[in-house]
């Protein structure tokens, strides 16, 4: 019986199937099959022996249920996977199995390949997001809405704006993790605390070779393990884009709160529901969900930092830990990927909330634009902002437009004509460079997406 929610309800096939059992088994064979053969290159086990190694690490012929039976005897999962390699070899080849090797050397090395797979799709997926928000922005570049601070209106800004910035934050995000994978995902074959005393003086040249079959990059040294601190990185990043993906998803909740309604998830009316007991809710589910998963991932980073120190040249600390927090983190990852994806293409935009926010403030929040036309015509930047801030408190007080107070201030009249103050209180043509810095991220995006 399905237990945990990644069973049945979280995840997605193309990521769960990287950290299924039998996947994590053959990429463990392909470990052995390649120390097997990097060492028959080199003439310290027979070739024959090294063949029929490699056409047998394969879960065509090594099961996983016999693995398990081995590993509940001897308690040992690397001794079980050993033990039933050599019981599928023929004649003495199974002799020659896991020569000079340690367990972890086959676990990190595997778990690398996992690793490597595991970004691999989180990747793309990254990209697919960017070339969706490159689209928004493209869209939505001259879209204005009301900018807020601390939860209040602030200035006028664009949509285009807010997609540009998830994208420069996305394509980070894309720099985190490829620097991540040069760190983590690297092949180990350094045997016992790391000397690679087991196989001599070859040992170093078998390591080289094993990770280059693999199509790894060598680990530039190790003790028994691969350094944990490149696994905490890994989880970080994981965490880090997590946190992009909330951000976004709660702009999107908090913009689709009824009192605001500027944008919002598509629903379905025809069949979807909003509640159990009241028929009208539009719930922002997929952000929540979003939000909530994301939370789960970050949570990981504590146990991931406490994973790297470790008793002298090695511990299993982190091997309990790391077999819920590595697969979890990257199938949930991954997952809420998919639901911004869900998410951003589908969102809905009701422009008319849009403008009538915008206007809400009754012209308030041009402020700050009046107080910069007033330094333009001549009068001191801080008597501006003296004169306009106790017009705008005046307004606050009346509860009346800013424009009208302003219109009837004789010391303003001395600088700017009333058509003058009309054109100033316009949100729509209070927008700097937004435009600039919406084309620049978004020819950025697309390079990068073209790489």
């Not at 204005?144 to 601070?149: E, F, L, Q, S």
């Not at 982190?318 to 990257?330: G, H, Q, W």
């Not at 990852?333 to 849009?354: C, P, R």
Request: charged share 25%.
């Amino acid at each position: 019986m399905a237990i945990h929610p990644i069973e049945f309800r979280y995840g997605t096939p193309e990521m769960k199937a990287v950290w299924e059992q039998e996947s994590k088994l053959q990429n463990m064979l392909k470990v052995e099959a390649a120390l097997a053969k990097a060492e028959a290159e080199i003439g310290l086990i027979p070739e024959d022996a090294a063949k029929e190694i490699n056409n047998k690490a394969s879960t065509e012929y090594v099961k996983q249920a016999r693995v398990d039976e081995i590993e509940r005897a001897t308690n040992h999962d690397i001794a079980a996977i050993m033990k039933a390699l050599e019981e599928v070899c023929d004649n003495d080849a199974g002799e020659y199995v896991h020569y000079g090797a340690t367990s972890n050397d086959i676990i990190d090395s595997s778990q690398s390949l996992q690793l490597k797979d595991s970004i691999k799709i989180i990747r793309e997926k990254i990209i697919k997001l960017i070339e969706l928000l490159v689209n928004l922005a493209e869209e939505h570049k001259d879209t204005v809405t009301i900018g807020r601070t601390h939860g209040q209106h602030a200035l006028p800004t664009t949509y285009g704006m807010k997609f540009a910035i998830y994208i420069d934050e996305l394509i980070r995000q894309l720099e985190r993790l490829d620097l991540t994978e040069n760190h983590l995902c690297v092949g180990m074959m350094t045997g016992a605390v790391g000397t690679t005393a087991a196989l001599g003086d070859l040992g170093y040249d078998i390591h080289i070779r094993v990770s280059e079959i693999l199509g790894l990059n060598p680990v530039h040294i190790s003790n028994q393990v691969v350094q944990r601190d490149n696994h905490a990185e890994y989880i970080m990043t994981l965490a880090n884009i997590c946190s992009t993906l909330e951000k976004m998803a709660l702009e999107v909740r908090n913009l689709q709160r009824t009192e605001i309604m500027e944008v919002g998830e598509k629903f379905d009316p025809e069949k979807q529901v909003g509640s159990s007991t009241m028929p009208h809710k539009r719930n922002p589910i997929t952000g929540e969900r979003i939000c909530g998963v994301s939370r789960v991932v970050r949570s990981y980073v504590n146990a991931a930092l406490q994973n790297n120190p470790l008793w002298h040249e090695r511990d299993l600390t982190n091997s309990s830990c790391e077999r819920i927090i590595l697969p979890e983190s990257a199938i949930l990852t991954d997952y809420i990927l998919n639901l911004s994806l869900k998410l951003f293409g589908n969102i809905e935009f009701h422009k008319e909330n849009i403008e009538n926010n915008l206007n809400l403030s009754n012209g308030l929040i041009m402020a700050e634009r009046f107080m910069s036309k007033l330094t333009q015509k001549g009068m001191g930047r801080q008597s501006a902002y003296a004169l306009v801030r106790s017009c705008a408190m005046e307004a606050y007080e009346k509860d009346t437009g800013l424009k009208e107070i302003l219109s009837n201030q004789d010391e303003i009249l001395k600088y700017l004509t009333q058509e003058e103050i009309d054109e100033t209180m316009d949100p729509h043509t209070y927008l700097g460079s937004s435009s600039k810095f919406v084309e620049n991220v978004i020819e950025n995006a697309k390079i990068i997406i073209s790489q």
